[in-house]
């Protein structure tokens, strides 16, 4: 009898221990929310890449102009309502985009950058991440390559932040592997659609562009 009232006064021990249900289900509300929000931020789960190439794609506008050597194709990003970022050097005579001239409010050579103002309709415009590439972080290249009239999505790992492969270029990102001609201009994003670095040089397998924050820089002081 001794023994079987000293068992019961455990068991009734160990039940006035446990927590009510209401806390119970907080806390594993918390830790699963904590758990999600780890493997988001460490990329082992990343948005639909289809949904995000069709969000960004549009965004962005085929820039085009013809001269003596012949026909260029260029891709352009919406920025703002009615204007249009593309690389500078795409502008070899009159840039026109999609089909309407456009005017140019801003170019620099050496950050190879250009604004066009042209009517942009509804297009949404694109958003630019605040925060730099790491190395071998997975982005997607986007673009009109070979002068396709619908986009092409390339999917690119970083080879270097900061970097210049040559004395004549500003500090950029470098990718992995190299860009498709006709991309020139368009954005190159990170796994949530947002402007990392534009498409502006290949090389050797490996493709180059300045980043976003390069990019933010170059479009202060426009209307």
Same mark, same amino acid.
């Given at each position: ?20 249900? *209401? ?5 594993? %509300? ?6 999600? @929000? @780890? ?27 013809? /001269? +003596? ?6 891709? %352009? ?30 170019? /620099? ?5 250009? @604004? ?24 997607? !290249?986007? %673009? ?5 009239? !619908?986009?092409? !999505? ?8 900061? @970097? ?7 500090? *950029? ?8 001609? %006709? ?33 933010? !820089?170059?479009?202060?002081?426009? +209307?």
């Amino acid at each position: 009898m001794p023994i079987k009232t000293l068992r019961q006064k455990t068991i009734r021990s160990k039940a006035s221990r446990r927590l009510p249900n *209401g806390s119970r289900n907080k806390i594993l %509300g918390v830790c699963v929310l904590t758990i999600l @929000l @780890l493997i988001l931020s460490f990329g082992l789960v990343r948005p639909n890449p289809h949904a995000m190439v069709t969000r960004v794609a549009a965004s962005l506008v085929q820039v085009t102009s013809d /001269d +003596d050597a012949g026909h260029h194709v260029c891709t %352009g990003i919406v920025v703002a309502p009615q204007r249009v970022l593309t690389a500078a050097h795409c502008l070899t005579a009159t840039p026109v985009v999609n089909g309407t001239i456009a005017q140019v409010r801003k170019v /620099d050579p050496y950050y190879d950058l250009m @604004l066009l103002q042209v009517e942009t309709a509804t297009r949404p415009q694109m958003t630019f991440r605040y925060t730099e590439v790491i190395r071998f972080e997975p982005l997607t !290249a986007i %673009g009109y390559a070979f002068g396709l009239p !619908a986009v092409t !999505a390339l999917s690119v790992r970083v080879l270097g932040t900061s @970097l210049a492969p040559l004395p004549t270029l500003p500090p *950029g990102i470098l990718v992995q592997p190299n860009y498709i001609g %006709g991309m020139s201009g368009g954005p190159v994003v990170d796994v949530r659609g947002r402007i990392v670095s534009m498409v502006q040089e290949s090389n050797e397998g490996v493709g180059y562009g300045v980043g976003s924050l390069l990019m933010q !820089a170059f479009l202060l002081g426009t +209307d």
